[in-house]
């Protein structure tokens, strides 16, 4: 045995013996109320100086290993995953699979199974949406699903009142979103990390409050019920078929987020976000107006969770303000950071497994909070840049390609 | 001669400081001027107070845009001042550090350029033909400046010397009529330096761009310079041809400090 292994040994049992000593209390110590006496539980303090004594271990040896595979990748520059991903060969027919995959499975599994995986491609939506804005754009926002709820209420009280069907909603959420979205950009233009934060914080909390109070406009915390599911062509499906008729139209919304995304990220504005986000005095010094840019990118952003929440509507048929409490814009935000930040694969991994993850695994309910905490702070020790970290794809210039022009 | 640059009792107080003390400073057409003092003299407030960056607590800033017409800037926003046609550089370098050479110069085509949103997502010839004139644009940019072999590589990992350089080349990209440069030549050594010489001579001559910079190497200074205006303690104290400059007793005074034995 080397040194440094018997080292670890010794800090691994010094945490265990810490641990023992921290739990003590709870773990150990037991009043029965009944006899008026203490059970000592010491089979307890056991358990935990070994399971503390294992887990340490296995953290500080992963830790060991992260080290090493850092010099490593830094080395090669690219993790194997994002090597994959650039191959042609391999991508293009991955993506065929899974178009095919998406295609059927609505025919091979159950309704249920199809519907969760319709809030699954919401969230998948709604994480793209917040990445413009979060991966690209740099601006911090906690307050997304108010735009979501925007959406979702759009279609609730147009559906109501005027009796406006999906379709024509669908886009006037979206624009109702990007209006929003302007709104909250507007005044929060100066205000950069922390303070945006808190801001747009606020304005999320300040959309579920009217949505609770307001009971002429909205009907409160009773919400709305009997939202109707797209139609098609008038023809009286049921619920199974319309079922999967709305899997259907999210997966083709997804498609359309992912291909407008990828043409924004390679496009003129793409480029001003990652320069705003880069340095902001040096951007503007360049001739390209924050405010606009930073506006576009709220707009943009909110325009997605703005069509999502008219999806959620049709999908659950019945609103109230609960479902956009702050916690949907944790996890939305969650699904961002713990999927890779400004990468649209990762963001779609992070989102599928974030929220089916914890749908199939409903027996361990209690540990979800747990668990979700768990896996955030070990993402953010062991793979800080997310499970699919962004490499941005940058203009590559060939040789030849330009006609030299004299300006 | 006609100026491009009109600066008239410009002053910028920080609370009870006094910065810039009713400085006038002219730029002509075509002209390489420097900028000149001591540390903390007010160089760089200068230009961030004509840029946009500071608002000018009193004077006239007038700069003659493209169109030939001269204009009032002051408290314009440093984006607009741009489009204006003055561009410029930063002392402590400010390159977007997640991009290429290439795109950081792209990117200065911002201001020259209009692609929207819908265009971006779908692409139509108009934004092609953009896009390709951005590429296009900023490759030959960089290759006036040299710096066309860095062109696919990350702008951090570039050596120091081309890093200023490519800071030049990204405030080109925004067709300016003045560059302002802060402090190009900081940090290069000898053999960059003249290579630097050259190339701002390259880019007045060239392009027809007027140059105002602000520069403590005085070799640098003398040798490319047509006008030199010195300021020390926000206040003009010289101006004039470099050699007019050297023999000035005023400047002498204020890089050397009071003579005793005089």
């Known amino acids: 045995m080397n040194m440094p292994v018997l080292n670890e040994i010794k800090k691994s049992l010094i945490a265990a013996i810490w641990f023992m000593f921290l739990t003590f209390p709870i773990m150990v110590i037991k009043v029965n109320t009944i006899t008026r006496t203490i059970d000592w539980r010491w089979k307890n303090m056991m358990y935990t100086g070994i399971g503390a004594f294992f887990l340490s271990a296995v953290w500080r040896y992963m830790l060991r290993r992260k080290e090493k595979n850092q010099n490593a990748l830094e080395k090669e520059g690219l993790s194997i995953v994002q090597k994959i991903l650039q191959v042609k060969t391999f991508s293009i027919p991955a993506t065929v699979l899974l178009l095919i995959f998406a295609i059927v499975f609505p025919h091979l599994f159950s309704m249920h199974q199809t519907n969760i995986m319709i809030s699954a491609l919401i969230y998948v939506m709604l994480g793209l949406g917040l990445n413009i804005v979060v991966g690209l754009a740099g601006l911090l926002d906690l307050g997304y699903v108010a735009f979501f709820a925007v959406g979702a209420y759009a279609y609730a009280l147009l559906n109501l009142h005027f009796g406006l069907g999906f379709w024509t909603v669908l886009p006037v959420g979206g624009f109702l979103g990007a209006v929003f979205g302007i709104l909250l950009g507007y005044p929060v233009l100066r205000l950069r990390g922390d303070y945006l934060a808190i801001v747009t914080l606020g304005f999320g909390e300040i959309i579920r409050i009217i949505l609770e109070n307001w009971n002429e406009f909205s009907f409160g915390p009773a919400g709305i019920a009997n939202i109707p599911k797209p139609e098609l062509f008038g023809l009286d499906l049921s619920l199974s078929a319309k079922t999967i008729y ?96 400004g990468s649209i694969v990762g963001v779609i991994c992070g989102a599928l497994l974030l929220i089916l993850l914890p749908e199939y695994l409903r027996d361990f309910g209690q540990f979800r909070m747990i668990t979700f905490g768990a896996v955030l702070v070990l993402m953010m020790v062991f793979r800080p840049g997310g499970m699919i970290e962004n490499v941005r794809r940058t203009y590559q210039f060939k040789t030849g390609e330009t006609n030299d022009i004299h300006s | 001669m006609t100026s491009i640059l009109d600066v008239k009792n410009l002053t910028l107080d ?83 550090s997640s991009m290429t050479v290439l795109e950081n110069v792209m990117i200065g085509c911002h201001s020259i350029t209009h692609a929207g949103i819908l265009g971006a997502v779908f692409k139509d010839a108009a934004t092609r033909k953009e896009e390709k004139y951005i590429v296009d644009k900023s490759y030959s940019i960089l290759k006036t400046l040299e710096l066309e072999r860095f062109v696919n590589e990350l702008a951090v990992n570039l050596p120091y010397g081309a890093q200023r350089l490519l800071e030049i080349a990204r405030a080109m990209a925004t067709d300016p009529q003045l560059l302002l440069l802060d402090e190009p030549a900081a940090g290069m050594n000898p053999t960059e330096t003249r290579r630097l010489d050259d190339m701002i001579l390259k880019i007045r001559d060239e392009k027809g761009i007027a140059i105002l910079l602000i520069e403590h190497d005085m070799k640098l200074v003398m040798r490319i310079s047509e006008t030199i205006h010195v300021v020390d303690y926000g206040k003009k104290i010289g101006e004039g041809t470099p050699e007019e400059i050297r023999n000035h007793p005023v400047v002498i005074k204020a890089y050397l400090g009071e003579d005793i034995h005089a």
């Not at chain 1, 924050?290 to 952003?301: I, M, P, S, W």
């Not at chain 2, 002219?26 to 540390?39: C, D, R, S």
């Not at chain 2, 314009?76 to 204006?84: E, G, I, M």
């Open chain 1, 246 to 341: 709305l899997y259907y139209i999210i997966v083709l919304l997804v498609i359309f987020t992912v291909f407008v995304i990828n043409r924004l990220t390679d496009s003129r504005i793409g480029r001003a976000w990652i320069a705003l986000k880069d340095d902001e005095i040096a951007c503007q010094a360049m001739g390209i107006d924050k405010a606009k840019t930073k506006l576009r990118a709220f707009a943009l952003g909110a325009t997605w969770a703005g069509m999502g929440g008219v999806v959620f509507a049709a999908k659950t048929a019945f609103i109230n303000p609960a479902s956009f409490t702050i916690w949907e814009s944790v996890i939305i935000l969650c699904t961002v950071v713990a999927g890779g930040m």
């Open chain 2, 14 to 96: 920080f609370g009870g400081l006094r910065a810039i003390d009713h400085l006038n400073l002219t730029v002509n057409k075509g002209e390489i001027a420097a900028l000149i003092g001591p540390n903390g003299a007010g160089k760089t407030s200068f230009f961030n107070c004509i840029t946009g960056i500071y608002k000018p607590t009193a004077g006239e800033i007038f700069l003659t845009c493209r169109n030939g017409e001269k204009e009032r800037i002051n408290g314009l926003k440093p984006n607009l001042v741009t489009r204006k046609g003055m561009a410029r550089t930063f002392q402590n370098i400010r390159l977007f």
